[in-house]
């Protein structure tokens, strides 16, 4: 069993900066990129940014492309997702997720289909 723990949400001003991070432990999920997700109130699940087991390829949506950044540490257990130039509709919980089937490329859905999945950390934007 593999469980993931969120940490580094907070309330922040437009324009500020917030910095995610995922710290996985149990089971490991050797060869498997890991990512973040967030859900803002009455929208589903949106995908955010992957990065692959060894880091070498990432991959963003395009509401947070050349804002955000996701890096993964040399054990590969922990994934950040550092969050500039942040906008009030960036306000969502955000949902670090391991196990994902991702090497490359884009990003699709097809990836999570056996994805483990953190608690959530609440992120808001604003004044």
């Known amino acids: 069993q593999v469980q993931l723990v969120e940490s580094g949400g907070g309330l922040v001003q437009p324009g500020g900066s917030l910095k995610l991070s995922c710290a996985a432990s149990?089971?490991?999920?050797?060869?498997?990129?890991m990512g973040w997700f967030r859900q803002a109130p009455g929208k589903e699940r949106e995908f955010v940014a992957i990065?692959?087991?060894?880091?070498?390829?990432?991959d963003y949506s395009d509401a947070v492309n050349g804002r955000f950044t996701v890096s993964r540490d040399g054990d590969q257990n922990t994934v950040t997702l550092q969050m500039n130039s942040l906008k009030p509709e960036d306000t969502a919980v955000y949902y670090c997720?391991?196990?994902?089937?991702?090497?490359?490329?884009?990003?699709?859905?097809?990836?999570?289909?056996?994805?483990?999945w953190g608690q959530g950390t609440q992120v808001t934007v604003s004044s």
């Open positions: 149990g089971r490991t999920l050797s060869n498997y990129a």
């Open positions: 990065i692959s087991w060894r880091g070498g390829d990432t």
């Open positions: 997720a391991a196990g994902i089937r991702y090497w490359r490329g884009r990003y699709n859905s097809n990836m999570i289909e056996r994805a483990v």
